[in-house]
């Protein structure tokens, strides 16, 4: 399985974004998939997953914020963030989990300033 990420940029306090992550490759064995962001000096954190189900699950800071959703027909993963604040700002990464393997796709940056 391979990730590629994109849809990252600048964006004032209170902007939108949508980020992407196409997959390809083997991708009927992915059951998991999700964002995670990495801000400077900080640990990698969970943003948000969403399951082959359907069960999304989300970082208490984004809660009503963030929507994390996937187009299968696309093998497409999708990120849309609302509401955006400065402590938003990292590095942010798409995973995928294949049977007991973890893929990282390449980060894009999304910085949230004035």
């Known amino acids: 399985v391979q990730l590629q990420a994109s849809g990252g940029g600048l964006v004032q306090p209170g902007g939108s974004l949508r980020l992407s992550c196409a997959a390809s490759g083997s991708i009927f064995s992915i059951n998991r998939m999700g964002w995670y962001r990495q801000a400077p000096g900080k640990q990698r954190e969970l943003v948000a997953l969403i399951t082959v189900a359907g069960s999304t699950n989300y970082a208490d800071s984004v809660k009503g914020r963030f929507t994390i959703s996937r187009d299968h027909a696309k093998n497409t993963l999708y990120l849309q963030m609302n509401s955006l604040k400065p402590e938003d700002t990292a590095v942010y990464y798409c995973?995928?989990?294949?049977?007991?393997?973890?893929?990282w796709g390449q980060g894009t940056q999304v910085t949230v300033s004035s």
């Open positions: 995973n995928a989990v294949a049977g007991n393997k973890a893929i």
